[in-house]
């Protein structure tokens, strides 16, 4: 609870600034000396030596996307029938009770996006 209503006043503060920079100056003058001096340093900026912002292309600016589904699949540590299966899939039925391929505890696999399933029956944890 604390940390959503320190999220929310972050938000708050960010969106006050943001307002605050894109609003005229309050005497209706030029922009100030030192904003003006920010702009043009910024557009001399090179990232790299002989490298400038306009020969950049987007996979050197941006990571490499990963794909949504990948946050959603069992990785190959899960175990049977769960490995590379969707989570929440229905994995077997036993007791009265459905199967869903899920990790209980939360875990993921080494990679680090999979998660590590098991058939889960029952309530989680």
């Given at each position: 609870m604390?940390?959503?209503?320190?999220?929310?006043?972050?938000?708050?503060?960010?969106?006050?600034?943001?307002?605050?920079?894109?609003?005229?100056?309050?005497g209706?003058?030029?922009?100030?000396?030192?904003?003006?001096?920010?702009?043009s340093?910024?557009?001399?900026?090179?990232?790299?030596?002989?490298t400038?912002?306009?020969?950049?292309?987007?996979?050197d600016?941006?990571?490499?996307?990963?794909?949504?589904?990948?946050y959603?699949?069992?990785?190959?540590?899960?175990?049977?029938?769960?490995?590379?299966?969707?989570?929440?899939?229905?994995c077997?039925?036993?007791?009265?009770?459905?199967?869903?391929?899920?990790?209980?505890?939360?875990?993921?696999?080494?990679?680090?996006i999979?998660?590590?399933c098991?058939?889960?029956?029952?309530?989680?944890?």
């Amino acid at each position: 609870m604390k940390i959503r209503f320190a999220l929310l006043m972050v938000a708050a503060l960010l969106s006050v600034a943001s307002a605050a920079a894109t609003a005229p100056p309050a005497g209706g003058g030029a922009a100030p000396a030192a904003v003006a001096t920010a702009t043009s340093a910024t557009s001399s900026f090179s990232p790299a030596c002989g490298t400038s912002l306009a020969s950049l292309g987007a996979a050197d600016i941006s990571p490499a996307a990963v794909s949504l589904s990948a946050y959603n699949t069992c990785g190959s540590c899960s175990r049977n029938p769960c490995q590379g299966a969707t989570y929440g899939t229905l994995c077997g039925f036993s007791g009265g009770q459905y199967g869903y391929c899920l990790s209980p505890l939360g875990d993921n696999c080494s990679d680090g996006i999979t998660w590590k399933c098991q058939c889960w029956y029952g309530p989680l944890p």
